[in-house]
Structures are given as C-alpha cells and as structure tokens.
C-alpha cells in the first residue's frame, strides 16, 4: 500500500513548471529519499504534499487524503519537519513542543507528556528549559523532528534533514531516521546529501528540474545499474589500445575507456560482474588478453554506489531528456 | 455531532493561534514603546494643564478625559499600526511558517487566530496605557473621573485602533512583509488626515466626517463624555456603520484572498 501517491502532479508560477507532472509512489513503512540537485523541486512537491502549495494540475493522495481537498486530515496523519525553521526565541523547545501538541488537538496534560517524549526520542531532554534562541543548528533540527513527530503521525516528512550538521550531528540524525523507521513510521525525507540516502532509506525517487528520472527499491535500482557495471582492468605484456580494441568486439562487451596510467574500464553489457554471468564474462575477457599474449595484472569491479548511481540519472535526463540512464 | 465537534475544533484552535500570537507579543520591544508613546502623550497633556492656571481651572475636572482624547487619531494609530503589521508576515520572515502550518488545523483558523492575537495585543496596549495614564492624572489633578466614563473612552480608543489594526492585518497578510504593512498603513493615515485638511470648510466638507481618522477622533469622545451623553450617543451611532466598513471590509476581502491563496511562498 502506498501512503502518498501523486498523479501527474504539477506546479507552475507563470511560465516556470517547478514540478512536472511527477507521478510518486512512497510505500507505507518505507524510508523514501527524495533526491536532487538545488532547486530540483523537492521542497515544493513536499509542499504541496502538506497543502501549503495547491498543485497547478494532477493531485496527491497521502494517506487517502487529497492535501488540496483535505488538508486538516492529512495533517492529522502526517509530521513535516522543514528545512531550516524558525521557532519563537523567547521559548524553551519544551514550551515550542507543548504548542505544537496542543494544535494538534491533545489537552495540555497529554502535551507536556508527549513533550517530554519526543524530548527523549531525539536526545533533547538535557535541553528542555533552554530558549530555543541558544539552541544550535542540531539541536534546532532535532527540535524540528520532534515537533513533527509529536502527534505520532504514520508519515515523518523530512527536508534536508542533515544539511548543516556536523558529522557527528549528522550520524545522530540519520541514527533518529532509521529509529523512527524501525519504531513503523513511513519516513520520506528529501535530501541532496547522497551518503545519508545510501545509509538508510529503502526506497528512492530523483527529481531533476522538476522531472521525476527514477524512482523504487534502492536494491533494485542499484542493482539495475549494476547490470551494466564496469570492470577495471589492468594489462602488462601487450599495448592496452590493442587490448582495448579486441575487447571492444566481445558481444557482452557495452564500452572500453582507456585510462590514465594504461588501465581499462570495461563496461558490460547485460551482466552484473559480481553474479554468476559477471564471472564468466570477466573469465573470457582475462582468456582474451592471455591468448594475445598479454597478462592480466588485476581485475577488479565495482558496485555502483548511490552517488553513481544519482549522477547517471541527473547528467542523463539533463543530457537527454527523459532517460534513465543515458548513453555513456 | 461531528458538526459540533468540528465547530469546537475550530473555535479552540483560533483561540489556541491568537492566544500564542499574543503571549509572543508580549515578548516583543514595540509593544513597550506603544505604550510609553502612549503614556507620554498623555503626560503632555497633564503637562500643560498643570502649567497653565486658567486651562486647569476651567478643565480639571474632565482632564482625564482630554488626556485619553489626546491618543486620537494619532497614538492609536500607532498603536493599531505598530502592533498588527506583523500579524501574518512574521510566520514568513521568521520562516515559522512551515512548522506551525504542518498543524492540522486551517487556513482560515490560522488567520483568525493570528487577527485576534493581534487584536488583544492591542487591546492590552491600550488597557495598560489608559490605567496608568488615568492614575497619573487622577493622583497629579486629585479630580477622580468616574470609572466607568473611563472604560467607554477606552472602548472608543480601541474601537479607533482596531480600526488601524484591521488594515494594517490585512496588508499584512497580503503582503507578508511587516514594513510594507508599516509605510502602506501610515501612508494611508497621513492621506487621510491630508484629505481632512484639504476638505474642512469647502462643499466637499461630508467627506471628512467619513474619514478613517476622524472617526478613531471621534469615537472616544463620544463615548467617554459623561457631560453630553445624548449627543455622544447619537454620534456614536453616526459613526459606528463607517467604523465597521473600514473594519470588517478589509478583513472579509483579505480572509477570502488568503484561503485562495498558497500558503507558502512562491
């Protein structure tokens, strides 16, 4: 079951189309990483997502709700934490949360346990009585995330939830995403900080002005893009543009690239060079050279990683349009 | 039921908005200075009268009274201005924004809650600068001027600053920028008053009797006079339908402009 799902959903101002008729589609207890570069469109599809933009053409559905239509219900079943948000100064972070339990229809009692709470999930309660005006940036992010999750909503909207932080800071957030995670909430989390998304979102969507190039199970993704995997390799005994060319003629074969220093990057075809074809491919390659009279002085392949992985889809749609995965 | 249940919803999350909007308030510098613009207007007053002999004899008495007549149309003014012009803008230029509107309640909650909030910090404002300034005179003058004469006054001032605060609110809200509210609200106190100017003692002299300013002048007097109760009355009802266009007409334009309207900003 999917908790949002947008169709075809777009935002306009005059002639600029922020989002692009995107289709998403976030399964319920999945932590989605909605990527992309600066001005992608992630904050304001997660805007209209919340019903603070109306949506120039499609709809979304969060959890049932169209945001448009029903904001009130959608906020019901949702915590946003926005990207660097402001609190009133003069407030300690418990007093901020007590305000925000409390409109979120809880009796004041209930608040100030909620309060104390969520305080704890996020390691604030040290911080409690302080004015939100001396917290830090963490502490105002985690702040943030408490705010959101007060209410104990299915969805945990998160923007940017580690931009700014400090390694250290970052490492306690992305340990509070996977915690909420586990604890069964649905996270979607909008970032453009790669690593955070690799470490632990399950399911990822990328926005690339305003388009939405890909999307689904980061294993999946990844695994797709694997298929197509590079092999590096590294020759003595013969000239590496002659091993480029015949290797070039391999049927599974997709590229050869010549680097720097003599070695070569193999592209294959069809195959992830880690499975059981992977093998065999790389077996026929390391033949090849040996009965050209050559040796094979290392082979070594990669999985690609997320940051490959993001870069192939932001340069293909910017290079090509709509593609996926462009044409290397 | 659940209509009922929904009104319930609504009512407590207004108050709910206008009460915070209000306990922040009182955390802010501009309120103080309000009230101290206030308080020294009306020590002008007490000023004078203790200074010239023949004033005070003829108006010691009703000294009270002309004190808090001295905060129309101008202190009010200020007061309505100064403290309503950041009643919706402050959520955006603060980037409080996000986090308060990711509440489940609505648009509309939001924005009457956020006029009421401003509404009572004016009305606060106000109370005090009346109470002390009242006290002040009473103990210099040693004349008490009764209780209640002086709440109606109050009433009238209020009603002239709501008057001011109403538009200020509403560019406020349109305009979400706090100075913009500001130098748009004083301009249109400063044309008013121009347009009053220009019109007394010329054919067009009815106009100044529906100006926004003279009636914030008008209303504390006619209420707040004991000496011609007949006469105030009777310009109270005068003025009243003019106060409740200038009032109820921008807040009822703006609260459509602003359900129709994205919350967030472009």
Known sequence: MNVIETHELTKRYGEFEAVKGINLRVPSRSIYAFLGPNGAGKTTTIRMLTGMLVPTSGYALVMGYNPELEREKVLEHIGYAPDDPGFPGHLTGMQVLVRCARLSGMSRSDAKLAAKHVLEIVGLTEHAKKKTKHYSHGMRKRLCIAAAIIHNPEVVILDEPTSGLDPEYALRMRELVRRLGKEGHTIFMSTHMLVEAERVCTHLGVIVDGVLVAQGEKENLLSRLAEENTIRVKVSGISPKLVQEKVSELDFVKNVELLDGGALLISLLGANPNHRKGYEYRARISRLIHSMGGAVVSMSSRRLSLEDFYFRVVNGHRNGGKNERPEE | ?266
């Open chain 2, 1 to 266: 039921m659940s209509v009922l249940r929904n009104s319930y919803r609504v009512i407590r999350n207004t108050f709910l908005i206008g009460w915070y909007h209000l306990q922040d308030s009182f955390y802010k510098k501009r309120m103080y200075i309000c009230i101290a613009i206030l308080l020294a207007l009306m020590g002008m007053v007490y000023f004078i009268f203790m200074n010239v002999r023949l004033e005070r004899n003829i108006f010691a008495p009703m000294v009270v009274l002309l004190a808090l007549r001295s905060l129309a149309p101008l202190g009010v003014a200020l007061v309505g201005i100064f403290l309503a012009a950041d009643g919706i803008s402050e959520v955006y230029e603060k980037k409080q924004l996000d986090i308060l509107l990711s509440k489940p309640f609505g648009k509309m909650e939001f924005f009457f809650g956020r006029l009421l909030g401003s509404f009572g910090s004016v009305a606060i404002s106000l109370l005090i600068a009346v109470l002390i300034g009242s006290a002040v005179g009473w103990y210099v003058f040693g004349y008490p001027y009764s209780p209640i004469w002086i709440f109606l006054a109050y009433v009238g001032l209020l009603m002239g600053a709501i008057l001011f605060a109403s538009i200020t609110f509403c560019i406020s809200a349109i305009s979400r920028r706090t100075l913009i509210a500001v130098v748009m609200s004083l301009a249109f106190v400063v044309a008013s008053l121009t347009v009053g100017y220009l019109v007394v003692g010329t054919k067009l002299q009815s106009i100044f009797y529906k100006l926004p300013t003279t009636i914030a002048d008008v209303l504390p007097m006619a209420l707040g006079d004991p000496t011609r109760p007949p006469a105030s009355r009777a310009a109270y009802l005068k003025y009243l339908p003019y106060w409740e266009i200038y009032t109820l007409v921008p807040i009822l334009v703006t609260a459509i402009v602003f359900r129709l309207r994205d919350l967030a900003e472009d």
